[in-house]
């Protein structure tokens, strides 16, 4: 089985840098994804990690340490526009490539 | 990027009729797509895999004749939510994979079984 662990909520101030972590515990490993997710709305893909390192897209970073099972998301120069839930993602499973996604991090972005 | 459309977007429907929602992937094809369900405040949980021109797979717990897939089409599978109940009511989500490691989520349909 697999399962994904995130906090809960993080809360931070416009113009700051927030980290949300997770961690994971697999049978297998196929990489790791982030969605965001605004209220009402589905989810949105912003990054993918397949190797150790860092993955840089504009203001959302995603990082990555197999070793560790575990990895982060990283959103620098925070808008209000950036409240929403972040899920982890990784596959399942090498053929299919369905989701399991972590339990989700809420983030409210205070002016 | 590729777009993945769902429809209806939101439906309201009386305890024991069915209800069906298409997914469809707009400019690529998709061999397989993927259901997923979410309460309020909860993560994403996948229910089925659809594939198309075989039956589809689901996940421990999701009953098969309760929730009828069909993936008739390399751009169209549709959920059936048969005699539904206000415990189905709930967000659903399909998603297709393009040939890489992203996944291309349709915008939901929300549900109320009432």
């Known amino acids: 089985g697999q399962s994904l662990e995130q906090p809960s909520e993080v809360t931070a101030v416009e113009g700051a840098i927030v980290q949300i972590n997770c961690t994971y515990q697999?049978?297998?490993?196929?990489?790791l994804s982030w969605y965001q997710q605004h209220d009402g709305g589905a989810p949105t893909f912003l990054s993918y990690n397949g190797l150790d390192g860092l993955e840089e897209t504009g203001r959302f970073s995603s990082f990555l340490s197999r070793s560790d099972s575990y990895g982060y998301l990283l959103l620098q120069e925070l808008q209000m526009k950036d409240s929403a839930s972040y899920f982890c993602?990784?596959?399942?499973?090498?053929?299919?490539?369905?989701?399991?996604f972590g339990s989700g991090t809420r983030l409210q972005v205070q002016p | 990027g590729a777009v993945v459309s769902q429809h209806p977007s939101w439906v309201i429907c009386k305890s024991g009729t069915s209800v069906k929602i298409e997914c469809r992937s707009l400019d690529f094809q998709a061999t397989t797509m993927f259901w997923y369900r979410q309460f309020p405040k909860q993560s994403l949980m996948l229910m089925a895999t659809?594939?198309?021109?075989?039956?589809?797979?689901?996940e421990q717990g999701v009953e098969k004749d309760k929730f009828l897939i069909n993936h008739a089409s390399l751009t169209l599978s549709t959920l059936t939510v048969t005699s539904a109940h206000p415990e189905d009511s709930s967000f659903y989500i399909c998603?297709?994979?393009?040939?890489?490691?992203?996944?291309?989520f349709g915008p939901g349909t929300r549900l109320l079984v009432l």
């Open positions: 993602a990784a596959p399942m499973d090498t053929g299919r490539r369905a989701l399991t």
């Open positions: 659809s594939n198309e021109g075989s039956k589809a797979t689901y």
């Open positions: 998603s297709a994979r393009t040939q890489g490691e992203t996944q291309y």
């Open positions: 697999t049978s297998g490993f196929y990489g």
